[in-house]
Every structure is written in C-alpha cells, then in structure tokens.
C-alpha cells in the first residue's frame, strides 16, 4: 500500500440533476426545483444509482438529439457533490454541470438541458482535462449551461447551513479514478478497496462508498455501506483512502453480498447505519464537518 494516503471527507452532500435556471433570477433557497417536482437538499434521497450504472448511460438533449453517453462525474471530495458529468460524444469529452441533466424515472438515460451544438463549447480532446477548480473557466461552464453555479447557491437559514456544500471545488477526483482506491484505517491496517459509490441523481450527491473487504481482518468476502462523512481527507496526492473507524466497529458492521443490495432510499436503514457510526444521516449535516454524534 503506497505510504501516501488520502483521508476522504465524504459529507453526505446535496445536490441535483434536475435542470435549474440561473439566468439572473432568484437563486435557490434550500430547494432545487425542475419543471415537475421540488428538491430539497435536506430530505432523504428517493433514488439511487451506482457510480458504475451511471458511466455508460445514453445522454439526450432537450430535443430528444443523441448527445453520446457519460464517460465520467467530477466528485468534489469534500461536500460529495458529482458537481460535472462528462459526457462523451463524436470524439471529444464535455463538462457538463451536473445540474444541466436529470434522470427521467425509467433512468434509462439522462437528458441535457441545452440542445445538442452547445456541448461543442467547452469540450475536450482525451487526455486534455480542463481544471475543474479553476473559478474563471467554471463561471463560463455554468454560464453557457443556463444553470446556477453550485457555489452561488444558498439555503434558507431555517434549514441549516452546510459550508462545504456551497464551498467552490479545491480538491476533485474523477470516479472512475476512486473507484478500486484502496482503503487504510489510522494504523495503516488494510481494510480492502472502494467497490462503487451510490448516487443520488436528483440531486448529485454521493450516499455511500462501497467497501469491499475480499477476506481482509476476518471479514469474509463482502461490500459494507460507508457513509461519505466517515472518510475524510488530508493530503492532495489521493493516493488512498483512510476510513475514520475503528477496525473492530467495521468488523462488526452490517454487510451484504454483491447479489443482495440493500435499498439505500429506506430512511430508517440509512439512520441505523449512521447511528452505528456515530454520525449525522447525510440529511441531516448541516454544519463545516459531520460531527459524530455525542
């Protein structure tokens, strides 16, 4: 295991896929809101997709236009946030602010709020990644999609307030790059490798990594559901991950086998994985860090 190591704070954040406006009207107040439904960043997610699922999924426009199919999503580290999908199409590679697609319910595909010609402006050739924390470049990124910067966003003071949740990006990864990372408890003991990660796509947030122990400590061959807040992050290298639990807690946690995947959506199984390591359900973390509960 490499000596650089990566403490993920993974703060069960809020967000969303649902296309919202932001041509210089009111900026959101706790809600999200698309044309058919509101979205409150403070409620339990009501669908979930695997980071897996959701690379590989068809991308259409606003017309009904073949826009070609994800390739990746931007995860901002310390909020959670999928904060840019990138979809893949005729060669090249588009940034799309997360909040420019939604996901119809037969999620089948993602469909893009602008019509297809407009993914040509920002896009990529391979191996040629813009700068994701680079504010200049994502100011035009949000502008050209029609969609409220994450960043400029609020919340009503009534709901709480999540700093991180509104902070810009300093320190991203793509997925597909945590996907398979490694994971280290604070005395260096492995404790097997990231699986997947589970997505809220109405709101781009990060539910859960995936843990897969592969025997590892006496665990046997199973994927344990880790909140996004029991990781944190120390270093910039990302080279692994360091779960913040003790390795007898994960050891006695509530796993399950990759044929039998627990419905991440039931409220009450979500708050007893949080109790049980001590933190705040995602929903419900409205502070700077998701302080274990006293």
Not at 79 to 86: C, F, K, L, P, V
Not at 139 to 153: E, G, N, R, S
Not at 252 to 271: I, L, Q, Y
Request: one cysteine or more.
């Amino acid at each position: 295991m490499s000596g650089c190591r990566v403490l993920l704070t993974l703060l069960g954040g809020v967000c969303t896929f649902a296309a919202v406006s932001a041509t210089g009207q009111d900026r959101p107040q706790g809600v999200i809101k698309d044309e058919t439904k509101v979205v409150a960043w403070t409620e339990p997610a009501t669908r979930w997709q695997k980071a897996s699922d959701i690379i590989g999924k068809t991308v259409e426009s606003s017309r009904a236009e073949s826009c070609g199919k994800i390739e990746d999503l931007i995860i901002d580290i310390p909020s959670g946030r999928a904060i840019y999908t990138i979809v893949h199409f005729e060669g090249r590679y588009a940034p799309v602010p997360s909040s420019a697609l939604s996901l119809p319910s037969h999620a089948e595909k993602y469909v893009l709020n602008v019509a297809k010609d407009q993914l040509k402006t920002f896009s990529y050739e391979k191996d040629r990644w813009p700068d994701f924390s680079d504010r200049g470049w994502a100011d035009q990124v949000h502008t050209h999609y029609k969609v409220t910067p994450y960043w400029a966003q609020s919340i009503s003071s009534d709901m709480g307030y999540n700093p991180a949740w509104y902070r810009y990006t300093t320190h991203w990864q793509k997925a597909t790059d945590l996907l398979g990372k490694e994971v280290e408890n604070s005395q260096d003991e492995d404790l097997g490798k990231i699986e997947d990660l589970i997505i809220d796509p109405d709101r781009a947030r990060t539910l859960f990594g995936i843990l897969s122990h592969g025997g590892v400590l006496g665990m046997g061959d199973k994927l344990f559901a880790i909140p996004w807040s029991s990781l944190t992050t120390m270093s910039a290298d990302h080279e692994d991950f360091i779960l913040n639990v003790d390795k007898d807690r994960l050891k006695n946690a509530s796993g399950f086998d990759k044929k039998n995947w627990p419905n991440f959506t039931d409220a009450k199984w979500t708050k007893e994985l949080y109790t049980y390591y001590e933190l705040r359900p995602y929903w419900q973390d409205f502070g700077d860090t998701n302080k274990r509960n006293p």
